[in-house]
């Protein structure tokens, strides 16, 4: 069926020509209508997932260069630094229970005589 040149196909007519290319009236309008051309270029780019939007939307949410390495590197100061701090803290209470286990020994009432032992 020939169409005229000037009458633009539908958006599901040319997705449909995107993906198989048969009709040749489509063809022969796409190369002179710059605005089937734009759909088509539109519709080339939805497919393959690089839209203007979603392309502008991918590089203003893009994560910084070198995100996960810094990210990585600060999360293991921090881990270190908390093995570090309970270290620090384990040796802390083990310096003041050395006094305590000290006064313990220095001031317990010695042991009473058993029954049937001198001294």
Same mark, same amino acid.
């Given at each position: 069926?020939?169409?005229?040149r000037?009458?633009? &196909?539908?958006?599901? +007519? !040319?997705?449909?020509? !995107?993906?198989? /290319?048969?009709? @040749?009236? *489509?063809?022969?309008?796409?190369? $002179?209508?710059?605005?089937?051309?734009?759909? *088509?270029?539109?519709?080339?780019?939805?497919?393959? /997932? $690089? $839209?203007?939007?979603? /392309?502008?939307?991918?590089?203003? !949410?893009?994560?910084?260069? #070198?995100l996960? $390495?810094?990210?990585?590197?600060?999360?293991?100061? =921090?881990v270190?630094?908390? @093995?570090?701090?309970? =270290?620090?803290? +384990?040796?802390?209470?083990?310096?003041? #229970?050395?006094? *305590?286990?000290t006064?313990?020994?220095? !001031?317990? &009432? &010695?042991?009473?005589?058993?029954? /049937?032992?001198?001294?």
């Amino acid at each position: 069926m020939k169409r005229p040149r000037w009458l633009h &196909p539908r958006r599901s +007519q !040319l997705a449909r020509w !995107l993906e198989t /290319g048969e009709s @040749e009236w *489509i063809t022969a309008h796409v190369e $002179d209508c710059s605005r089937c051309a734009a759909v *088509i270029e539109e519709l080339a780019g939805a497919a393959s /997932g $690089d $839209d203007a939007l979603g /392309g502008m939307l991918r590089e203003a !949410l893009a994560p910084p260069v #070198g995100l996960g $390495d810094r990210v990585s590197e600060e999360v293991a100061r =921090r881990v270190e630094e908390r @093995e570090r701090t309970r =270290r620090d803290l +384990q040796l802390l209470g083990e310096m003041f #229970g050395i006094g *305590i286990e000290t006064a313990r020994s220095v !001031l317990a &009432p &010695p042991p009473e005589p058993e029954e /049937g032992t001198e001294s």
